[in-house]
């Protein structure tokens, strides 16, 4: 979604928000357990985390932050221009904002609360993009909690050369309560799931997800692409969308992205096996807390997008 379709859906929301409150609409029952991130730079710094046990009930994403932060908004109230006095600095620097990682389609206005879902706003250049459909740093989520309070079933598919990194990602799920029903790359997980695909660039071939990512971050959010021969090498992009590093055998990459209203779809892939074990082994929620996407050589973690010179 362009970024004045965005500002008018916001407004739009935020009248709606109004009216839904003038009908007298009740408090309910409430919720438990929400966590709010406030960071700066795709994840890089984090200004501000807060562990809600108690939520009032038909509590929103905006009232929630509103009571724990002083908000400047715009646009009638339904698009925030700063947090305890951290705003964009440019035309090209605003607010965004996932739960359970995952783009809101909806302004934070009318965004319900629901139990255990991790709210995460972020201030971020959104000169390559700006729409980021799925981000890995709120893991476990979405596969907890799912998306607008709906638990959702978890397909894995995995590619035939990669059992021990497949076997490596079905346990840290089993580990988090997570069920997943195995199977094969290609055979699709459907469109009321949550898939992780386990595979090299090369298994991926076919795969919606890899055209996405492909065509770079206005099409999946995933500030890295794959090129030479059969992928061979993992190209890291910095906020603007250039190549601010280049990676090559052993390299593999944790990201999300989703095409269209279709649920995220999550990759742990690499440019060869070696890579996709790497990534396998990145897998988990102190390895991905706060990145949008995480790439891996060797020993080291390379949250992406990337900064030149990093």
């Known amino acids: 979604m362009g970024r004045r379709a965005r500002n008018a859906l916001a407004a739009m929301t935020a ?76 035309s090209r620097l605003d607010w965004f904002y996932y739960v359970n990682g995952v783009e809101a389609p909806m302004g934070a206005a009318t965004t319900a609360v629901h139990r255990g879902d991790r709210i995460w706003w972020d201030l971020h250049d959104f000169d390559a993009t700006d729409s980021v459909p799925a981000v890995v740093g709120s893991f476990p989520e979405p596969f907890l909690h799912g998306v607008g309070g709906r638990r959702l079933p978890t397909a894995l598919e995995c590619a035939s050369d990669v059992a021990k990194a497949c076997a490596r990602v079905s346990a840290e799920l089993d580990a988090i309560g997570v069920p997943v029903a195995m199977q094969a790359i290609g055979t699709g997980s459907g ?26 971050p ?37 990201a999300a992205t989703a095409e269209g209203s279709s649920e995220p779809t999550w990759l742990i892939t690499g440019t060869d096996g070696a890579g996709v074990s790497a990534a396998a082994a990145a897998f988990t929620p102190a390895a991905l807390r706060n990145h949008f996407a995480l790439a891996v050589a060797g020993s080291s973690d390379l949250p992406v997008p990337l900064r030149r010179g990093t």
């Not at 700066?40 to 994403?61: D, I, K």
């Not at 386990?198 to 990512?213: A, F, H, K």
């Not at 910095?238 to 990676?247: H, K, N, S």
């Open 15 to 90: 009248v709606t928000a109004a009216a839904i409150a003038g009908c007298g609409l009740g408090p309910g029952r409430g919720t438990s357990d929400v966590t709010v991130t406030i960071t700066r730079g795709f994840g890089a710094t984090q200004v501000a985390q807060l562990t809600q046990r108690t939520v009032p009930g038909s509590e929103t994403v905006m009232r929630m932050l509103e009571r724990h932060f002083t908000v400047r908004t715009r646009y009638g109230g339904g698009f925030v221009e700063s947090i305890d006095g951290l705003s964009g600095s440019s």
């Open 218 to 254: 206005p099409a999946s959010g995933v500030y890295a692409r794959f090129s030479g021969p059969a992928g061979g090498s993992l190209e890291l992009l910095d906020p603007q969308g250039g190549v601010a590093r280049t990676l090559g055998p052993g390299a593999g990459l944790v």
């Open 191 to 216: 469109t009321d799931s949550l898939a992780v695909i386990v595979g090299t660039w090369r298994d991926l071939r076919g795969e919606i997800v890899q055209s996405l990512i492909d065509q770079g």
